[in-house]
């Protein structure tokens, strides 16, 4: 090449320097990332805003639930309490009668039965016509595990306004809760918390054998009442039970006006609707309210009394067994609902030891396994437990 000559000579040292340009600025971009890099791994990720993005938890629902047992009607004829006597003006002790079934009992949160009679503080105790029960009587409920009494029956005004004071005393005394009856200012609702579900028991009865009660204490079958009370207590509980005390005694078909009222009763928001006063057990229905599974009882029957069948006069049939109610009340996301809902079968075992008649409450399925029971008491009772089991169906409540 000729220098001085028309045209720009090559920079050869020019296209050195760009080259090493390039090459450090490619250099230094690539250790700014892997520096950037592995300092967003040491620190929480940021939004565009700057703001650090908390670790996502993940949230588990909180599943609460509490067993509820209910129970039947108790009437303590006079053999039951002849029974009870301990002589020598000792008193009476009724625990022996229930020590059988106590295990199921006990082992539930909630636990509720109907004691039917009043306990007048000074007259001596007495059954049918006139119910006039131990005080004691409560006490061997309590250590059974029943934790509400209800008093909305028939008898509850037997012997008169005496009795049935002392009879609410003598069960606020032992720190049991009442449905059904209370003084005037009191709701007459049983409200109880379990396991973080609260839970409410309203009964009522159709009468008190033409005995009036003092105004405002017994409640008394009232639709408007049973509505308005409903909705007091689902403004407090997460479930309400109601139970209803009537029914022709020793008929074991449901009645119209049974279907009836307990439906609609359902339909006014109660989540459970329970029977008693027939003295004989009736079938159960999963009722479709608008949408939700009530379980209805129409009657437990009872639970513990004198009372025997007549085969021959063909009268007081399955008056000496009963049913015992079991679920599971369960809160969760969906809400509340029953689950595992079960029928017990239950028998007043009779028997002589010695001079003494003795009264057992036994589960049917186990007759079988008390020596005390004759071959014509086991037969009968397994031909009754068949019978009654087989008119209940809950599998819409089983926990899958």
């Known amino acids: 090449m000729v220098y001085g000559q028309t045209g720009t000579a090559p920079n050869i040292g020019g296209v050195i320097v760009k080259k090493l340009t390039k090459t450090l600025c490619f250099s230094f971009i690539f250790i700014f990332l892997l520096s950037s890099c592995d300092s967003l791994s040491k620190k929480n990720v940021k939004d ?9 938890e993940v949230k588990v629902e909180e599943v609460k639930k509490a067993k509820v047992t209910i129970a039947g009607d108790i009437m303590f004829h006079d053999g039951l309490i002849q029974s009870a006597y301990l002589g020598n003006n000792k008193g009476y002790d009724f625990h022996y009668m229930f020590e059988d079934i106590k295990p199921r009992i006990i082992n539930s949160d909630v636990a509720a039965v109907c004691l039917e009679g009043s306990m007048h503080p000074t007259w001596k105790p007495t059954g049918y016509p006139c119910f006039n029960t131990p005080a004691s009587a409560l006490d061997a409920l309590k250590d059974t595990g029943f934790d509400i009494i209800s008093m909305a029956n ?3 005004m037997d012997t008169g306004k005496a009795g049935f004071y002392n009879y609410l005393d003598e069960i606020k005394k032992r720190n ?14 049983a409200y109880i ?3 973080g579900i609260k839970m409410a028991l309203i009964a009522y009865t159709y009468g008190t054998n033409g005995i009036p009660a003092p105004e405002g204490t017994v409640n008394y079958i009232d639709e408007e009442k049973i509505k308005n009370d409903i909705i007091k207590a689902k403004g407090k509980c997460d479930f309400v039970m109601v139970w209803l005390h009537m ?14 009222l307990y ?9 459970m609707v329970i029977g008693s006063h027939p003295h004989v057990p009736k079938k159960s229905e ?13 009657s437990l029957g009872n639970f513990l009394s004198a009372q025997r069948p007549k085969e021959a006069e063909k009268t007081y049939l399955y008056t000496d067994v009963g049913l015992i109610a079991d679920f599971t009340v369960v809160k969760d996301k969906d809400g509340v609902h029953i689950e595992d809902a079960d029928i017990t079968p239950i028998y007043d075992l009779k028997y002589r030891e010695g001079n003494r008649i003795i009264y057992r409450i036994v589960e049917c399925s186990k007759i079988n396994d008390y020596k005390e029971a ?4 086991k037969n009968y009772v397994n031909k009754k437990y068949n019978e009654l089991i087989g008119e209940h169906d809950m599998s819409v409540f089983k926990h899958n």
Do not use: F
């Open 263 to 271: 439906r609609e009763v359902a339909d006014m928001g109660a989540d």
């Open 193 to 195: 918390e379990k396991n």
């Open 286 to 298: 999963v009722y479709d309210s608008n949408g939700r599974k009530v379980w209805i009882i129409y």
């Open 176 to 189: 049991l809760l009442v449905t059904g009856a209370g003084l005037p200012e009191d709701d007459k609702i």
């Open 48 to 56: 565009v805003k700057g703001t650090e993005t908390p670790p996502q």
């Open 374 to 377: 004759t071959q014509e008491q």
């Open 154 to 156: 028939n008898h509850v």
């Open 247 to 260: 029914g022709n005694e020793y008929v074991r078909k449901v009645e119209d006006e049974q279907y009836r």
